[in-house]
């Protein structure tokens, strides 16, 4: 039997009577767009998270986007300035600073938790530097104590891009409220998934929050009166309703996502394989366990042989990618390393101890 990198079928199927009901109840209301279930979404996550207000997106890309947009309509950034990210992440972090006409400038990570490097960040600061964006990357928070007191020196924003770490907590807090804004992605296969596209923005800033909903809607808060040129990037009342339903059950997933990983991480003993850090096993809700090897594409083939598909998060770092040419020349040995070394296994809330327990077997035999 096959074990698929993520069965999203059986992930979702779990939930099966409720998401009808939820897809139901919207169908027989007849209202789409700009309702009651993205209210309540939006109400139910911002009290999930410990914060004062969340505002639905239409993606994860977008609520990034909707963040620096805020920013730059209040005047706190503007076109030409600079925001630190780091180099391994997904390619949606840079091109929401790109595509608002900021210059991204990739930073290096740490070997051990694979996100953004303080130090570097430290480096990277100019006099036109605005913000940094941390990535939780595959669900470890990154560090925020350190990076807050960079921000609170440098008088930068520091802002969250939340898509893989829905639920996760640090110091007592969850991710999405450790920073002056947060983005989220519920697209299907994050820790909190929609079955489509979906995104949220949260925040303690009411005025951030009253210009990125005008934004996420046409720069309008008022029909046909626009106050600044926004996006169309709404929740939609579907992706809210069931959004609304899986969010119930987010913790428990989480906690069986965990189960996993501490699994993996007691019993996969062969030297040639590096495991992730999991010491602080609170901050960290396993979007992806990632593991290190020296010959990956050797490892690969060999589970793929036993039926276990893998896959590569991020096969190439940002800096190398054609879209970013201009910062090829940066020397970023970190990032550069994991993506030629990283490799995620199967983990997911419905990957079942039987599945688990031959993903190990064969790992120990390579
Ligand atoms: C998924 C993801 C995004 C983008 O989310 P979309 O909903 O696909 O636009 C952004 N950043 C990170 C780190 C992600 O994993």
Redesign the pocket.
């Known amino acids: 039997m096959e074990i698929p990198f993520l069965n999203l079928k059986r992930e979702n199927e779990r939930y099966t009577s409720e998401i009808r009901e939820a897809v139901s109840r919207v169908i027989n209301s007849g209202w789409y767009i700009l309702g009651e279930e993205k209210n309540s979404f939006e109400n139910e996550y911002a009290t999930y998270c410990g914060v004062k207000h969340c505002i639905g997106a239409g ?3 977008d609520a990034i986007r909707l963040i620096l947009m805020a920013y730059m309509e209040q005047g706190v950034m503007q076109k030409g300035d600079e925001v630190i990210l780091p180099a391994n ?2 390619i ?2 840079a091109l929401a600073v790109s595509q608002c006409g900021l210059i991204p400038v990739f930073a290096d990570c740490d070997i051990t938790t694979y996100n953004i490097a303080p130090e570097s960040v430290i480096e990277k600061i100019t006099s036109r530097t605005k913000a940094i964006i941390a ?1 939780h990357l595959y669900g470890q928070i990154a560090a925020m104590d350190q990076l807050k007191q960079i921000a609170r020196q440098h008088n930068l924003k520091l802002i969250e ?1 939340a ?2 770490a829905q639920g996760a907590i640090y110091n007592g807090k969850k991710a999405g409220n450790l920073s002056d804004a947060a983005a989220f ?1 519920f ?1 299907p296969v ?1 820790n909190l998934g929609a079955l489509g ?1 979906a ?1 949220a923005v949260t925040t303690d800033n009411e005025d951030l929050a009253r210009i990125v909903r005008s934004l996420s809607n046409y720069g309008s808060d008022r029909k046909y009166m626009h106050e600044y040129k926004g996006l169309n990037s709404r929740l939609d009342e579907m992706q809210a309703a069931i959004l609304s339903v899986k969010l119930k059950h987010l913790d428990r997933d989480n906690q069986r996502r965990k189960e996993i990983a501490a699994y993996y991480s007691e019993n996969i003993k062969n030297v040639n394989i590096i495991l992730p850090d999991n010491k602080d096993g609170k901050s960290h809700v396993f979007h992806l366990y990632v593991i290190r090897t020296d010959n990956r594409e050797q490892l690969q083939l060999f589970l793929s042989d036993k039926g276990i598909q893998t896959q590569i998060h991020y096969p190439i770092a940002i800096h190398k990618q054609p879209a970013y040419s201009v910062s090829a020349g940066l020397n970023l040995p970190v990032a550069e390393q994991l993506q030629d070394e990283v490799l995620s296994l199967p983990l997911y809330a419905s990957l079942t101890d039987d599945e688990l327990h031959r993903i190990v077997e064969a790992l120990n035999n390579y």
């Open positions: 993606n994860g890309l992440t997904f949606a972090t990535v891009d898509a893989q992605s697209y994050k596209d995104g």
